[in-house]
């Protein structure tokens, strides 16, 4: 199916099924890949309002059986705390889980910390200087995107089964999770301190230098001078040669 059929399925769905609810997602989860051939539109659902998006949030989480693949960028189609919720009970359950995260987004020290949490209970997180678009794929079979946003005047996100689009979304994912920084557990016992692995993981992640600062508790002045003694002990000339290295030692 080509992309201006998909968009010819969500126009419709938005027209006929604003929000098929349990019943329909339900439908969908039977459906074979001949009655989806058959029938475009079992291919997606259309959920509009907070409630009936953290519904099917809930219900795909609930059944991942291998992987969760996360775009996660403001605005949030559900309040953080419950996902991080399900993502706990993700990572309890064995199942892995990536994130990849805006760099811009985790100067927020709230959302950096929310973050560090599901790293500490076994998620790969890694971070880019941005994030396209709000995204979750689960065993790359089923997906999760945004139609509209509240400033459009009201929640409304889009579940796809499995299909070419979603396996173009786990590609998408997946060129997209080559190239961010791994922003993963500082390693005790290392060369670098705690601190020092902290400070260089977040450098290397493009955040700027007083969310760093802020993050760490000192002042800009003690930040930068930190950061000249990491370049000199690496005999690196400026910070992005200090990435390099510090990835070359397996710091980051």
């Not at 399925?9 to 006929?16: A, G, M, N």
Request: charged share 25%.
């Amino acid at each position: 199916m080509g992309v201006s059929a998909f968009d010819e399925v969500v126009y419709q769905s938005i027209l006929h099924q604003p929000d098929a609810g349990a019943a329909g997602w339900a439908l969908l989860t039977r459906a074979t890949p001949a009655q989806l051939r058959e029938e475009p539109s079992r291919l997606i659902e259309v959920a509009s309002g907070e409630g009936a998006i953290a519904a099917r949030l809930e219900e795909m989480y609930a059944r991942a059986e291998h992987e969760v693949c996360l775009f996660d960028t403001p605005p949030y189609l559900a309040p953080p705390a419950p996902q991080a919720d399900l993502q706990a009970d993700l990572l309890k359950r064995g199942i892995v889980s990536r994130g990849l995260y805006a760099a811009s987004d985790l100067e927020d020290p709230n959302a950096l910390s929310r973050v560090q949490n599901m790293v500490e209970l076994g998620e790969q997180a890694r971070v880019l200087p941005s994030v396209p678009l709000k995204l979750l794929v689960v065993d790359g079979r089923r997906a999760m995107l945004p139609l509209t946003s509240s400033a459009a005047g009201g929640y409304c996100a889009v579940v796809v089964w499995h299909s070419a689009v979603t396996e173009a979304l786990q590609k998408f994912f997946e060129l997209a999770w080559q190239q961010a920084t791994p922003l993963g557990r500082p390693e005790v016992g290392g060369e670098l301190s705690e601190d020092e692995q902290t400070l260089t993981r977040l450098l290397a992640a493009g955040m700027k230098d007083e969310a760093v600062a802020r993050h760490l508790g000192v002042s800009l002045r003690t930040l930068r001078r930190r950061v000249s003694d990491l370049q000199e002990r690496l005999g690196a000339a400026s910070r992005f040669q200090l990435g390099l290295r510090a990835a070359q030692r397996g710091w980051l």
